[in-house]
Nanobody, 117 residues
Framework: QVQLEESGGGLVQAGGSLRLSCAAS????????MGWYRQAPGKQREVVAS?????????AVAAAVKGRFTISGDIAKNTVYLQMNSLKPEDTATYYC?????????WGQGTQVTVSS
């Protein structure tokens, strides 16, 4: 089992910044990807950004947030961060940390991000 602890959500004005953090604990030896998803009311959960384990780690960022959001972290250290700049009201959602092993997908409890116009 993998446990996830998220932090960093909150209320911010449009144009502001927030940084989300996620730390994994437990059976972390088999983690091969860590990332962030978000879900707005009435919408499907969507991927925001992810880091994939490899000789050269692969960082992927969704088109909707590219240039504004940056994912960082270290799978070997079981941590992932999401730096969110130039936030827009449409970024308002619950953000979930996501961890993938060879057999299982784990989700954090979610942290609310609200961007006011």
């Amino acid at each position: 089992q993998v446990q996830l602890e998220e932090s960093g959500g909150g209320l911010v004005q449009a144009g502001g910044s927030l940084r989300l953090s996620c730390a994994a604990s437990g059976s972390t030896f088999d983690i091969n990807a860590m990332g962030w998803y978000r879900q707005a009311p009435g919408k499907q959960r969507e991927v925001v950004a992810s880091i994939h384990k490899g000789v050269i780690p692969i960082n992927a960022v969704a088109a909707a947030v590219k240039g504004r959001f940056t994912i960082s972290g270290d799978i070997a250290k079981n941590t992932v961060y999401l730096q969110m700049n130039s936030l827009k009201p449409e970024d308002t959602a619950t953000y979930y940390c996501n961890v993938q092993t060879s057999t299982t997908v784990y989700w954090g409890q979610g942290t609310q991000v609200t961007v006011s116009s």
